[in-house]
């Protein structure tokens, strides 16, 4: 089910989520299209309230319980619709095709079972085979992920482990799929920061040797720019760039993009660091037009007109931007 | 897991003493004299005065608390006053009829009750659920000796297809048995009710948790999700509120063995109060909190072993 | 009372708890209204008329001395009303101000507070009410008593655990600082944070106190005759249960409808304070 060379692995075009109340629908992720190549990485970066984790799970459709969610546009993963897709089909799609690593393993994890267990039902539900086979691989993983004497700690429950050995055994139980596509919704935020780059270091060699693409979702900058092929900026629900980790570091084109890395510490360029004025705003409360306008130190009137169409910047025509007047 | 037991069991004890205390204490402060209460108003006062040296109360009250420690822990709870056996052993001569109309209704209860509850939970504010939410309310609303006067006019009286009189002395099983079907159920639907709303209770709070969503992201079968996970952990409360609500089914067991004309520690109590039999009524009401703190005990025991999070050592 | 406004708020559009509250409202004033609403005396006597299954002159029925059972179950209902409020008012009341004490002065006194609590729970509630009412004799005053005892220790522990949680907030600590007197810190500042939750459980243990009471007067415990209880009608009946069933079963479904009614109220308030049960 291998997809032909000039396709990409997955293809998300005009997705849009909203929450259904009873008060009517609130729309939270609008117009969201992005390609994933394989063996690519991509980040999705935005503040918290941005849309990112929805995101994760609109892919994955893992939004709970589903009838509260209505999901518009295209996911096209290895050539099939998944928005479309009967729930038994998307069951395949789960735990082969691509995984999640989510965040806080701690409530990730079931803690009335044991690690073993959790891994091993993965394994066995995607392969099939007997109790043994799948103790093995489970072993195998673990050590994979790098947790000493693994034989040891299958009989662990979650609670026992270290916040590191969790995030380690959550991203055994997505390799245990074998996905071609694998999510990591802000692995680390819960972590010691020294204990984060292990993480961010097992995921990038992981995703490396297995040949996998990813969706890395973070607000951290720093980990992005040290995981990423991709950036997509992601704000109040919409897509405001796209573009190479290099690009986007070196020359931001969407004042948003600009501000966030203003906002970012950075070895190489020491100065003082200006915080974005104002919040993200909430989803019942959008802004007419584009939707950063009203925290935008370049605002104009137009800006709160039309909400922009997201387009490629003059003379760049790998980027993408939702600016009518982006920076040069 | 030794030492586990054994320290809860350890705190069993003195919970057990104080309860004791309690009904003892209870027993003296309260306005009323049992002496005279027994005789009636017209005794005369050397009658009076002889009931009160036959029930100790003539004694120091620090006397008579050692005299009734000392004997508890002997687990003697004195003599019948009418009867003159000891009560301990009356309280042993009708306990199996009690436990088996017990067992057979926390049976019931469990059996229908969970699966009507995981099954309202995932049918969440759709007809089933509605209608086992109503269903729920309206056992737990009914007060046990009118269900059982239900069932009986319905399944004993309008069809006879059981006994009036709940005897379970028939000599044969069957006869034991059809004696226990319908205070069973009586006793049974009213905890059915409430199993069945703590069970739904319970997995609402557990399906919305993010392991839940971490076995979808597994792939796995939506009975996998549900019964190798949410269950699970669902489950476990469910321990322990059974171990709560035990002093209400014990209350309802009273009643229900009345309504039935059944043999029990109920109608042992009922029969007490009436004879104005002071000490099996204290003693029995010692028993029915020995029996909760135990069933309380077990529990938690139960509960520390199916947990993994409760530090057994 | 944050609390109890909430709830308020959360009642309108919740149909079930709309019926509830309609129900316990309409109970309330039949019984309320009993000595003028009822067809006859609850004790009046017709021996023509006895065991007469309901007709328009009785429309439930009279019981073998002839009364009135409609008339008796609207009195009777007073009875159970009056005792079921009653002793939850008196258990909240007492058990509340152990509770809040308790937990507000931590240390040795909430210790053995949290024990004696533990070890009055142990108490089957109705065998705990059997044993005092044995003791002191059956009357409303007698049976309000013997069901607030048993509902004394849930509410100390209702009241304790939220007192608890509150003691350790900034305000008390500043208020504290400032020179307020225990007493003052309890009543000012605990006491209007805890009183919401009681309530709420108190309408659910109304309930169950109205069960108990039922259930005492079907064991012969009850308010004594003439007096009409319910209970006390469905114990009389059931020796008639085959020729005249009309005699139990319509008391029994009175108290039915009003338990089913407070618990109706309860779950709503209790899904109002409590966010977690709340539906989406």
């Known amino acids: 089910m291998a997809a032909p060379a000039d396709q990409p692995l997955l293809r998300v075009e005009g997705l849009g989520v909203a929450v259904r109340r009873r008060a009517g629908a609130l729309p939270i992720l609008d117009d969201v299209s992005f390609d994933l190549a394989a063996d690519e990485t991509l980040a999705i970066v935005g503040e918290s309230g941005s849309g990112k984790s929805m995101l994760a799970l609109a892919i994955t459709r893992l939004l709970m319980p589903p009838e509260n969610y209505a999901v518009s546009g295209r996911v096209e993963f290895q050539g099939t619709d998944l928005v479309a897709l009967p729930a038994a089909a998307m069951r395949e799609v789960r735990g082969r095709g691509m995984a999640v690593v989510f965040q806080e393993a701690l409530n990730a994890l079931n803690p009335v079972l044991t690690v073993g267990r959790q891994i091993e039902e993965t394994v066995r539900r995607r392969d099939g085979g007997d109790a043994a086979t799948a103790r093995r691989e489970a072993i195998r993983l673990l050590d994979e992920v790098g947790i000493p004497s693994p034989e040891r700690r299958l009989g662990d429950y979650p609670h026992q482990l270290s916040g590191g050995m969790r995030q380690r055994v959550m991203i055994a139980i997505a390799l245990a799929c074998r996905p071609a596509l694998v999510i990591a919704d802000e692995p680390t935020t819960s972590l010691d920061v020294t204990i984060q780059s292990q993480v961010l270091a097992l995921l990038r060699d992981v995703r490396r040797q297995n040949g996998m693409s990813m969706i890395f979702i973070s607000h951290n900058l720093g980990a992005v720019a040290a995981i990423a092929d991709r950036v997509a900026v992601l704000y109040a629900g919409h897509v405001m760039e796209l573009a190479t980790v290099d690009e986007l570091f070196a020359a931001p084109r969407h004042p948003y993009t600009a501000a966030l890395l203003a906002a970012t510490p950075r070895v190489d360029r020491p100065e003082k660091l200006a915080a974005i004025g104002g919040a993200v705003p909430r989803f019942d409360e959008l802004p007419p037009g584009c939707r950063f306008a009203p925290r935008c130190p370049r605002a104009m009137p137009a800006c709160s007109a039309a909400v922009p169409t997201i387009r490629a910047p003059d003379g760049e025509p790998g980027r993408r931007v939702r600016c009518i007047a982006p920076l040069p | 897991m030794l030492r586990f037991v054994a320290k809860r069991m350890m705190l069993a004890v003195p919970t057990m003493l104080l309860s004791a205390s309690v009904v003892f204490f209870l027993a003296r402060i309260l306005p009323g004299d049992p002496a005279l209460s027994i005789l009636g108003d017209s005794a005369s006062e050397e009658a009076i005065a002889a009931m009160r040296t036959r029930l100790g109360l003539d004694q120091p009250m620090l006397v008579q608390y050692l005299g009734f420690l000392g004997d508890l822990l002997r687990l003697d709870l004195g003599n019948s006053m009418i009867s003159g056996h000891a009560v301990t052993a009356e309280v042993l001569g009708v306990l199996p009829y009690t436990i088996e109309l017990t067992v057979f209704a926390i049976a019931f209860g469990v059996v229908l009750g969970v699966p009507i509850g995981i099954a309202a939970s995932l049918a969440r504010n759709r007809l089933p659920d509605y209608l086992s939410r109503f269903g729920s309310l309206i056992g737990l609303s009914c007060p046990p000796f009118f269900l059982g006067i239900c069932l009986l006019l319905v399944f004993a009286i309008w069809v006879p297809l059981f006994p009036v009189i709940s005897a379970p002395d028939t000599g044969t099983l069957g006869g034991r048995i059809a004696a226990l079907i319908l205070p069973g159920v009586t006793l049974g639907i009213i905890f059915l009710a409430f199993v069945a709303r703590s069970s739904r209770a319970a997995m609402l709070e557990v399906l919305p948790e993010q392991y839940i969503r971490t076995a979808r992201m597994k792939g796995l079968s939506e009975r996998a999700v549900v019964f190798g996970h949410a269950c699970r952990n669902a489950l476990l409360p469910i321990v322990t509120v059974t171990g709560l609500y035990f002093g209400i089914l014990m209350g309802n067991a009273v009643v229900t063995e009345i309504v039935f004309t059944r043999p029990g520690l109920g109608k042992l109590i009922i029969g007490a109060l009436n004879s104005r039999d002071y000490v099996m009524l204290q003693g029995l009401t010692i028993v029915y909190c020995f029996i909760v703190v135990l069933v309380n005990l077990v529990t938690d025991i139960v509960y520390g072993l199916v947990d993994p999070r409760v530090k057994v050592r | ?280």
């Open chain 3, 1 to 280: 009372m944050t609390a109890l406004r909430t709830a308020i708020a959360m009642v309108a559009p919740n149909r079930a708890a709309g019926w509830g509250f309609l129900a316990l409202a309409a109970i309330c004033l039949l019984a309320l209204a009993a000595p003028l609403v009822a067809p006859y005396a609850p004790a009046e006597q017709d021996l023509m008329a006895r065991l007469e299954p309901p007709s328009a002159q009785h429309w439930l029925g009279t019981d073998n001395f002839g009364r009135d059972i409609l008339s008796r179950i609207l009195w009777g209902a007073r009875i159970s009303l009056l005792v079921g409020l009653g002793a939850t008012l008196v258990g909240m009341v007492i058990g509340g101000a152990l509770g809040i004490w308790a937990g507000f002065k931590g240390g040795i006194v909430d210790l053995l507070a949290a024990r004696v609590i533990d070890v009055l729970l142990s108490f089957p509630s109705l065998i705990l009410c059997l044993l005092i009412v044995s003791l002191v004799g059956p009357g409303v005053v007698e049976l309000i008593a013997a069901i607030a005892v048993s509902l004394v220790p849930k509410f100390a522990r209702v009241a304790r655990s939220s007192a608890i949680a509150i003691s350790h907030r900034e305000f008390v600590d500043a208020c504290r600082t400032v020179g307020g007197s225990d007493l003052r810190i309890m009543l000012r500042h605990i006491t209007p944070n805890v009183v919401g939750e009681l309530a709420v459980m108190a309408s659910l243990w109304t309930a169950n106190a109205v069960l108990i009471e039922a259930s005492l007067s079907f064991l012969g415990l009850g308010v004594r005759p003439p007096t009409p209880t319910l209970g006390g009608m469905m114990l009389e009946g059931l020796n008639l249960l085959h020729d005249a069933p009309w005699l139990t079963l319509f008391p029994g479904l009175v108290i039915l409808a009003m338990v089913l009614a407070l618990n109706l109220v309860g779950d709503t308030l209790r899904d109002a304070v409590d966010p977690r049960l709340r539906e989406v």
